[in-house]
């Protein structure tokens, strides 16, 4: 019986629909027209432009130092809601993990509504705070289902052994626990990097002034139709940045558990 060639075919146009305008932008960030609409030649005069844009600098060093602040919490809350999850055996765990997923399928736009609901009800000044706060609170989930699902194939019997040689909690844990979890650690902290430096929605709701990240600072840039080329360029460079995470995270997250 001959094979039909219409998955292969669908695939190809799949594919292309979602990779074909992302080349076409990383293309023209190269072309030295100013619209993109012809070629006119490869120039890297939107990459020179860029570097004189202090506003994206300024921006980008925003998103960045949230960013790395929303993985640090994220990693810490999210490790711990994963043990929660997988060490305890109560009736709240089913509240417990509602409440760790519920963030992964909710609408951004009513996320950042009830955040911003709640800062201006507790009067806490919008700005740099309220958007890591913001960050922190939806990428935690993935980094607590990263790390669970890492703990699922994890023996705790080695931590048992180690108790009965004479090992408190404390080096049990640093020990033993922390540096076979790592790697699923970090993949679920660069993952969460990832949607807070890409992150518009949440951002624009809770932002304050002179807090505006790289998304925000672009999205102003479109808005006004103005220096398109750059953007290209921008955004070709946040592309190297999330596609470098995405590859570590998916790395780390493969990677086997050393022997003990």
């Keep these: 019986m001959k094979s039909s060639r219409l998955p292969l075919i669908?695939?190809?146009?799949?594919?292309?629909?979602?990779?074909?305008?992302i080349a076409v932008l990383v293309l023209n960030s190269f072309n030295a027209s100013r619209f993109g609409t012809t070629w006119q030649g490869f120039s890297l005069k939107w990459y020179e432009r860029l570097l004189e844009r202090d506003d994206l600098w300024i921006a980008l060093g925003n998103s960045l130092k949230i960013a790395a602040l929303a993985s640090i919490g994220a990693m810490i809350l999210g490790t711990c809601a994963a043990f929660a999850l997988k060490?305890?055996?109560?009736?709240?765990?089913?509240?417990?993990?509602a409440l760790v997923t519920v963030?992964?399928?909710?609408?951004?736009?009513?996320?950042?509504?009830?955040?911003?609901?709640?800062?201006v009800a507790i009067g806490q000044?919008?700005?740099?705070?309220?958007v890591t706060i913001a960050h922190i609170t939806f990428c935690l989930s993935y980094?607590?289902?990263?790390?669970?699902?890492?703990?699922q194939d994890f023996d705790f019997n080695v931590v048992e052994a180690a108790r009965d040689l004479g090992a408190t909690r404390t080096q049990a844990f640093f020990k033993i626990v922390l540096p076979l979890l790592a790697p699923g650690i970090l993949a679920g902290g660069l993952l969460a990097f990832t949607l807070s430096i890409d992150d518009f929605v949440v951002t624009f709701f809770v932002k304050g002034p002179?807090?505006?990240?790289?998304?925000?600072?672009?999205?102003s840039m479109i808005k006004k139709s103005r220096e398109f080329p750059v953007i290209n360029a921008l955004s070709t460079l946040l592309l190297l940045i999330t596609f470098a995470a995405v590859w570590t995270s998916q790395r780390l997250t493969t990677r086997t558990a050393p022997h003990t």
């Design 87 to 97: 060490r305890f055996r109560t009736r709240l765990q089913t509240t417990h993990h």
């Design 125 to 130: 000044p919008l700005g740099l705070a309220t």
């Design 103 to 119: 963030p992964l399928v909710l609408p951004e736009i009513l996320m950042g509504m009830s955040l911003l609901i709640l800062f």
């Design 10 to 21: 669908t695939t190809i146009l799949v594919l292309a629909f979602f990779y074909l305008p």
């Design 210 to 219: 002179g807090s505006d990240t790289l998304p925000v600072v672009i999205y």
């Design 143 to 151: 980094v607590a289902l990263v790390v669970l699902a890492r703990l």
